[in-house]
């Protein structure tokens, strides 16, 4: 089934005939006690809010989180937001759309990324950081192919497939400036391994077939810990391959690197175990604060459909942002018919 209208480009009064996934679905109750369902559909330009009053309960077992579905409506703005009132609903098999329709991606090519990666690891220079970097990132296949889909987060900034690789890329080229131009004060080997693996274990902490969620490992354990558990067990299996090392790994090394994954949410209330007692960790902590930031706000700037130099309310920020001449370019290739 062809997908020709897509989400972003849905006006007030518009008919909507299109496929889309369901990315949240609940049963609600009306004011007048009447039973009504509030849905969240997506498709890759975008997401948009939904609802079905009438005829809910022949809705209820179809309308469910991860499906796609045939939709028949129209489109009406409601309190300031667009919003599909659904008429017909109806149920479609996987080998009936094409996957890639539905998800965001990142704007740039994940094979491409995950070279320029491999080209920061090739650069490292202590035998240790780097033998460790090659047995994460080229020995272990799960963990490239994962690498190359996964979004960095369900909402918050690069949540988009690729969206992790994008964010670590980004962040180590930032981290590989700013070790030249510090010099000595900072081991550019430890920067890395921070810009690789601080969120590595987001790869297991969310699902990403279809709707980004949190997994049964994310919920309980998390990306930090996550991340450090991986780091345990890789060393494990260097140690254990004769050659792959010079000696024993070094403790103190070990703990560098697992205190930077720890801390680089800086604070105990953002889920650091520990604040950045190492130039790195803070460093490391500071860039990847930067780098979401940046692109939480590109995008929220790209997806504004306000007219006018100034996009709607943003509520994470809490301002309106200042949109400049390539707000209104179309994104890139990848991201839109
Ligand atoms: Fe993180
Ligand atoms: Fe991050």
Same mark, same amino acid.
């Given at each position: 089934?062809?997908?020709?209208?897509?989400?972003?480009?849905?006006?007030?009064?518009?008919?909507?005939?299109?496929?889309?996934?369901?990315?949240?679905?609940?049963?609600?109750?009306?004011?007048?006690?009447?039973?009504?369902?509030?849905?969240?559909?997506?498709?890759?330009?975008?997401?948009?809010?939904?609802?079905?009053?009438?005829?809910?309960?022949?809705?209820?077992?179809?309308?469910?989180?991860?499906?796609?579905?045939?939709?028949?409506?129209?489109?009406?703005?409601?309190? #300031?937001?667009?919003?599909? +009132? %659904?008429?017909?609903?109806? $149920? !479609?098999?996987?080998?009936?759309?094409?996957?890639?329709? &539905? *998800?965001?991606?990142?704007?740039?090519?994940?094979?491409?990324?995950?070279?320029?990666?491999?080209?920061?690891?090739?650069?490292?220079?202590?035998?240790?950081?780097?033998?460790?970097?090659?047995?994460?990132?080229?020995?272990?296949?799960?963990?490239?192919?994962?690498?190359?889909?996964?979004?960095?987060?369900?909402?918050?900034?690069?949540?988009?497939?690729? #969206?992790?690789?994008?964010? +670590? %890329?980004?962040?180590?080229? $930032? !981290?590989?400036?700013?070790?030249?131009?510090?010099?000595? &004060? *900072?081991?550019?080997?430890?920067?890395?391994?921070?810009?690789?693996?601080?969120?590595?274990?987001?790869?297991?902490?969310?699902?990403?077939?279809?709707?980004?969620?949190?997994?049964?490992?994310?919920?309980?354990?998390?990306?930090?810990?996550?991340?450090?558990?991986?780091?345990?067990?890789?060393?494990?299996?260097?140690?254990?391959?004769?050659?792959?090392?010079?000696?024993?790994?070094?403790?103190?090394?070990?703990?560098?690197?697992?205190?930077?994954?720890?801390?680089?949410?800086?604070? &105990?209330?953002?889920?650091?175990?520990?604040?950045?007692?190492?130039?790195?960790?803070?460093?490391?902590?500071?860039?990847?604060?930067?780098?979401?930031?940046?692109?939480?706000?590109?995008?929220?700037?790209?997806?504004?459909?306000?007219?006018?130099?100034?996009?709607?309310?943003?509520?994470?920020?809490?301002?309106?942002?200042?949109?400049?001449?390539?707000?209104?370019?179309?994104?890139?290739?990848?991201?839109?018919?």
């Amino acid at each position: 089934m062809q997908k020709n209208q897509y989400i972003r480009d849905l006006k007030d009064k518009d008919t909507v005939q299109s496929p889309f996934l369901i990315k949240f679905s609940a049963t609600q109750v009306g004011k007048n006690g009447k039973p009504y369902m509030n849905l969240i559909f997506q498709d890759k330009s975008g997401e948009i809010e939904a609802r079905i009053w009438e005829d809910v309960s022949q809705h209820v077992g179809q309308a469910v989180k991860d499906s796609f579905v045939l939709v028949e409506g129209r489109c009406q703005m409601y309190q #300031g937001r667009k919003q599909i +009132v %659904v008429n017909r609903l109806q $149920i !479609l098999r996987e080998d009936e759309i094409l996957p890639k329709d &539905y *998800l965001a991606e990142s704007e740039l090519d994940p094979d491409a990324l995950y070279s320029t990666l491999l080209g920061f690891v090739d650069s490292m220079s202590d035998p240790y950081y780097k033998a460790l970097a090659e047995a994460v990132l080229k020995d272990d296949k799960e963990i490239t192919d994962r690498v190359k889909r996964a979004p960095a987060a369900k909402s918050m900034h690069h949540a988009y497939k690729t #969206g992790l690789l994008e964010h +670590v %890329v980004s962040i180590t080229g $930032i !981290l590989d400036s700013l070790s030249s131009h510090y010099g000595k &004060y *900072l081991d550019r080997d430890l920067l890395f391994l921070g810009g690789f693996f601080h969120d590595i274990g987001k790869i297991w902490e969310l699902s990403y077939d279809r709707t980004t969620d949190y997994t049964m490992e994310g919920k309980l354990i998390g990306h930090l810990v996550m991340g450090v558990e991986l780091v345990d067990k890789k060393i494990r299996e260097l140690e254990a391959q004769p050659g792959r090392l010079p000696g024993a790994f070094p403790e103190e090394k070990k703990l560098l690197v697992k205190h930077v994954i720890l801390a680089h949410h800086g604070q &105990y209330e953002y889920g650091s175990p520990k604040r950045p007692k190492c130039l790195e960790a803070l460093v490391v902590h500071m860039v990847d604060d930067l780098d979401s930031k940046v692109n939480a706000i590109k995008t929220f700037i790209q997806a504004d459909q306000a007219p006018g130099r100034w996009t709607g309310l943003n509520r994470a920020y809490e301002r309106f942002f200042f949109k400049p001449d390539w707000a209104f370019e179309p994104k890139g290739e990848n991201n839109q018919e």
